[in-house]
């Protein structure tokens, strides 16, 4: 009669892990001799894509802000709708984290290193376009609260300083908890290590780990207070981003409904990359037995359940400049829906409204390529809804004399392709280098589940 498994235990590792076989897959990607194909793909690819950015910002900073497609109406575009949508792909990594270690969910472990990692490199790409904005990037750091011979402070009352706060804060709690939960690994890498240089490097960042009871008691306290930190981060930051836009006066941004219109945007952009990065890992590294469908299943239904909450949003935003019965708010409405840019606006509805309603059936849910699609399309709207926010709401305000259209020039394009260059290179780079699932926790869940099947 054949064995039963536990549901947990098939549902983390599969039926046929064990400790032993757990530290060595996952181990050997890192320490193994060559890497496989793709990867070398991978990294010539984001390596070729990254020099935009240095192409780009050298360009930016001989000639100015007005080698963009920027002028009178719309005095934001390409630079605040990237930073908006990278820092929301950066969001699903922390509510991975921080907010389902605290609920004590265990599905969380095959993908939360990875999902950090993904968190940290969005937020780097997120970072340089306030940076090269201000035309000026070696005066940015005026926007920080030092005191000089002038006594010229900052204006708090800006949400653009908001951002500076809230986005540093973001990255560094992130920076932390992510090094923190890799500790024990990095040390098992040091311990597994065949040369002695690897070992060295393995054994500075692992900080003198050695397993013993007062490590792992100070381990667990941090990485716990850690998560506590981080999860009112994970609603503030993106919160403080939208305040960009809804403290201002302008039709379609004047809005309270941004707020938590934002941060649900943010997590359903998070959660539907880190759908399209795991698939392609799971299949390329043959991960199955790690990274299960009860994984991409559950990363899937948040995925639905956060579109809702968009799709909700959007039809919320009609609503209100049909009700406020103010005349500017209408026209915003109607400007969107039929205006000059109305292909980008229902792209949007179809990208982030209608596809993921394919989500409720099982069968899509459970179908990798169909759903890798899914994932692709629902990054695309995100991008699109905060071009129509930007550009929509700049292009034609309240004076009809000021209006103008906004297009994107070659330097816009080269420096967003640019950082999405970036972050398939450090991501390929933190695959190669760094275990991209927690081992040790791995082997917790295999005890647990060993525990209650015996129990």
């Known amino acids: 009669m054949a064995t039963q498994v536990h549901p947990l235990e098939d549902a983390v590792i599969g039926p046929n892990q064990n400790n032993t076989t757990i530290t060595e897959k996952i181990s050997d990607i890192v320490l193994g001799k060559d890497a496989p194909l793709f990867w070398y793909i991978g990294v010539l690819a984001g390596l070729s894509l990254a020099g935009g950015i ?15 497609g920027l002028n009178i109406p719309v005095g934001w575009g390409f630079a605040i709708i990237n930073f908006v949508w990278w820092i929301g792909i950066g969001h699903a990594g922390t509510l991975i984290s921080a907010i389902l270690l605290l609920f004590r969910q265990d599905w969380r472990t095959s993908i939360n290193r990875f999902a950090e990692a993904m968190t ?15 035309g000026r990037p070696w005066l940015a750091f005026w926007l920080m609260p030092y005191q000089n011979t002038m006594n010229v402070w900052p204006q708090f009352r800006s949400p653009l300083v908001w951002d500076v706060f809230a986005v540093t804060t973001y990255a560094t ?23 002695k240089v690897v070992r060295r490097i393995y054994g500075i960042f692992a900080l003198g780990w050695r397993g013993s009871a007062r490590h792992w008691e100070r381990y667990e306290s941090v990485y716990l207070i850690l998560a506590g930190i981080s999860t ?28 938590p219109y ?3 945007g943010a997590i359903y952009s998070g959660f539907a990359m880190v759908l399209t990065l795991a698939i392609p890992v799971r299949h390329f590294y043959k991960l199955h ?34 009700y406020s019965a103010n005349e500017y708010e209408q026209y915003m409405v109607m400007n969107r829906i039929s205006g000059p840019y109305w292909y980008m606006y229902w792209t949007l509805i179809f990208c982030n409204g209608l596809t993921p309603q394919l989500l409720w059936f099982r069968k899509i849910r459970r179908n990798l390529v169909l759903l890798f699609v899914i994932s692709l399309v629902v990054n695309v709207g995100m991008w699109l809804e905060r ?35 970036q972050f398939v290179l450090l991501f390929f780079l933190f695959l190669r280098f760094v275990p991209m699932i927690a081992m040790f926790e791995m082997k917790h869940l295999v005890h647990k589940s060993e525990q209650v099947k015996q129990g």
Do not use: Q
């Open 120 to 134: 940290l490199f969005a937020v780097s790409c997120a970072g340089l376009f306030p940076l090269l904005h201000v």
């Open 387 to 421: 071009f129509v926010i930007v550009v929509t709401s700049l292009h034609r305000d309240f004076l009809p004399s000021s209006w103008g259209m906004y297009f994107p020039t070659f330097w816009d394009i080269i420096l967003y392709l640019g950082t999405i260059g």
């Open 262 to 264: 934002f941060v649900a």
């Open 173 to 195: 709690v992130s920076a932390l908890f992510w090094y923190t939960g890799l500790v024990p690994d990095l040390a098992t890498m040091r311990d597994r290590a065949k040369t």
């Open 54 to 68: 240095a192409h780009g910002a050298a360009w930016l900073v001989l000639k100015g802000t007005g080698v963009w």
């Open 232 to 259: 009112p981060l994970v609603v503030s930051v993106h919160t403080v981003v939208s305040f960009d836009f809804a403290v201002s006066v302008i039709p379609g941004w004047h809005a309270t409904l941004f707020p």
């Open 289 to 322: 037995d790690f990274i299960t469908m009860r994984h991409i299943e559950n990363m899937a239904k948040i995925t639905l359940a956060t579109g809702l909450v968009v799709f909700y949003g959007y039809m919320t935003e009609l609503f209100f400049g049909w």
